[in-house]
């Protein structure tokens, strides 16, 4: 039985929170070690007088901070390290857009990957499979876009190795001259496009998303030259985490469709919405069924195992998977097989809940410490899901410059200009809270605050000296 | 206990084929049924008296047809059906170059699954991994290439989602504007450099390899527009199953290195080797390192695992890192982790040896059934490992027209046609003979050699009928 001091219902703190902050202490302090197995909660519940759901919700804080992880029928165990001295300050890195592993739910894909290799279709898994993709998987995820409306019967499904591969497998398909992109954009796409020779034309993005009268401006103004694709990502972008507005989104399918502009709508990070309601996506909008929809696994589940999806027109699926053959013949089929049954068990629902917890108290920690700890001036986003928020620094601080300072203490990120089109903003840095514990953003962020203030009245002070000179 | 009845040492057909029959006859009745557990070798030696390495011996002969399979520490189980009529004649495919399904070794894919799942560092398998591949497999593959000679210091590895993609890499960072290929080639290469604009110059296959006297001559006659770039299969080339005997490999080094031409060395097969000696590859023969040698562990394992690797000096592998970057982030990593444990742990080189012993028996299944019903004319190569080998049929025969009728009796191969380059051949085909066990080598041989000699019958009664016709 766990030693837990009583709790006090007349505190300001709610009872789930007391006793949150009584686990975290216990584990912290090493009184319980990771590997621990806490009590079940009606256990717990029982023995400290309280509902379960205060338990449940105390268990779920622990788990979104990084300290237990909960395994279905097994209970919750200890995961997090007890910090102790020697450990030094844990490095912060800001600087990936994926999840913790931290959160990977790792006894349920154990439990997963047993089921599907004792199958007694274990042996076709390992065989050769289809350029398509494996058949039950592709049948399942494209049944459930017909379900959200997110696929016509005009539409099929390719299986990709990612969903880096589909935009691979776009741009080698429909070889465009031009390319519309957000400005700033995801590196990935803008390197597909711009390896293969396409120009790149960046649509400026703000904070709901890209700003609709440049992209109507754009299009009236290319003429001949009008660029016939648009590649975006509505819901919680990379690297700004701006969402598109349904009014937005409306708008941008009249303005694409009366320009003939086909929209690649990356959709990877949309069902991590952590606030508010989830928006209909670009794909279940258009009624002329044009607009090529990706999806992936990786941000919500094992980014390691590459699976994600295309469902576009049928003519156009045909001919990707005809590049997707001599590109790599088929996606893997362990993997496939492996998160199609983590799916269909109702599993990666369970853990999108918990990821839904969990990202909720990042960018939540992420916003608070923006708020508290970023100089006066600066300005940042405010995301309501994904992996992602945006910076921009006041005048003259360059983030690029002030990276190897941070590095230096531990906190890294990526400077802005990495992510620009053609519209480089030195000021701009992007955080990606996704992948650390609430408590090291918060760090992390104190820290770059720091830098930042510091960076800044430098930067005044030499601005006054350069005055004071130059009156000499 | 087994109810065998008693082999006979005077006999003429040695013990351990006189109990492969009895079992064999066992299996196809019906006595013994698919999942029984067959009694150890040391268990029915001592019942019937016999050496255990006779019934080692039988048991390989099962499992090389398919009929059981050996599970390390589990015994042997029954794997094939008892023949029932209302089977009908299975069908039989040569057209795919793959390994049977009923070979896998599937207990202990299992438990290496099991093994690498379990591990405490399983989270960091499922996250994001590197391009280049997974640290352990790059050291373990590089180290054992080292081991080899097939590595040098200045060399460094790529693991790719197989080895088609190591060709797309390939194509797509050296972008050659015109490429020497076998011919006939493997598809997956032709439609590579192909649908990049690259030009195919064929170099007619022997029996022994490319002809080494027309890559002279074709290098001599290019002149500034010669190509700098030759793929190749040294060793059991797909589709005519040739491989280059030492000699020919130092004679093309020297022709290569004297015009400046890099080979890429497709070695897929090369572990497939059943008949004499491994020979070594061209990028242990070649002194100046230039070589890029291409791997893969999906003819001899799992091909629905996409892992192949690239070993190249240093400056390309990481241009093809870059590359591999854009096109699909990074390979599977939990394929990746999977199969490194299975060559770790001695199983990948134990189910090898295995895959010899079955191999063997197809190919000399499909050689015997060549001999014994292939019409007289008819030519065929005589591969020493591998997975194909090339049939060419009498004039006038036309191995594309005769692929229906072989369909409509339940057999399918494909016809050379698909693998030229400039010099097609109208009367060839290709026999892929790993798939299938032995006996439905022969059989389908056997209906295979029955078409054939029926339309060469036909034909040359129609010729005749022609000349009496023109007479007349």
Redesign the interface.
């Known amino acids: 039985m766990l030693s837990i001091s009583p709790l006090d219902p007349g505190e300001k703190n709610p009872l789930f929170r007391q006793l949150f902050d009584r686990l975290r202490e216990m584990i912290e302090s090493g009184s319980l070690r990771r590997g621990d197995r806490l009590p079940a909660t009606r256990e717990l519940a029982g023995q400290l007088g309280l509902n379960r759901t205060t338990v449940s919700a105390a268990y779920a804080l622990l788990e979104s901070e990084g300290l237990i992880a909960g395994h279905v029928g097994r209970g919750s165990f200890v995961t997090g390290r007890a910090k102790s001295p020697a450990d030094g300050p844990a490095p912060a890195s800001f600087s ?1 857009s ?1 999840p913790s ?2 959160l ?1 739910p ?1 006894a349920e ?2 439990q997963t ?2 089921e599907v ?2 199958r007694d279709d ?8 289809s350029p398509s993709g494996y058949a039950p998987l592709r049948r399942y995820l494209l049944d459930q876009a017909r379900d959200e409306g997110a696929a016509r019967d005009s539409d099929d499904i390719l299986i ?3 969903c ?2 589909a935009f ?1 497998l776009l741009q080698r398909m429909l070889a465009p001259a031009a390319v519309l992109v957000e400005d700033p954009v995801y590196l ?1 796409v803008r ?2 496009f711009e ?1 293969a020779g396409a120009r790149l034309i960046g649509v400026p993005m703000h904070d709901d998303g890209i700003d609709l009268d440049q992209l109507a401006a754009i299009l009236a103004n290319t003429g001949n030259a009008r660029p016939r694709l648009l590649c975006l990502t509505p819901n919680f972008q990379n690297p700004t985490g701006a969402t598109m507005p349904l009014a937005s989104r409306q708008a941008l399918l009249r303005i694409t469709q009366a320009a003939g502009v086909t929209v690649i709508e990356n959709d990877i990070y949309g069902p991590l919405c952590y606030e508010g309601e989830p928006l209909p996506s670009i794909k279940q909008l258009d009624e002329t069924g044009n607009t090529i929809l990706l999806r992936s696994f ?1 941000k919500v589940a ?5 699976v994600g999806w295309v469902i576009a027109p049928r003519p156009l699926i045909e001919k990707l998977t005809e590049a997707k ?11 496939q097989a ?1 998160l199609l049954r983590f799916a269909e068990s109702g599993r990666l629902e369970r853990h999108r809940e918990r990821m839904l917890v969990a990202g909720r108290a990042r960018l939540n920690a992420a916003l608070d410490a923006c708020e508290k700890y970023l100089p006066a001036g600066a300005k940042f986003t405010r995301p309501r899901g994904g992996m992602n928020l945006w910076i921009e620094l006041p005048e003259p601080l360059d983030a690029a410059d002030l990276l190897p300072r941070a590095e230096r203490e531990g906190v890294t990120y990526l400077p802005g200009r990495y992510f620009a089109v053609s519209r480089p903003r030195p000021n701009s840095l992007r955080i990606s809270f996704a992948g650390m514990t609430p408590e090291e953003i918060r760090s992390g962020l104190a820290t770059l605050g720091r830098i930042f203030s510091d960076a800044l009245n430098s930067a005044h002070a030499a601005h006054s000296f350069s005055e004071v000179a130059a009156l000499v």
């Open positions: 990936r994926r592993e931290l990977f790792l894909f154990r990957c047993a290799i004792a274990a042996a076709s898994i390992l065989q050769l499979g990709t190795s990612g880096q591969q691979d990935g390197n597909v390896r990786s094992f980014p390691g195992l590459r053959q001599w590109s790599d013949l088929h996606t893997d089929q362990l993997s492996v």
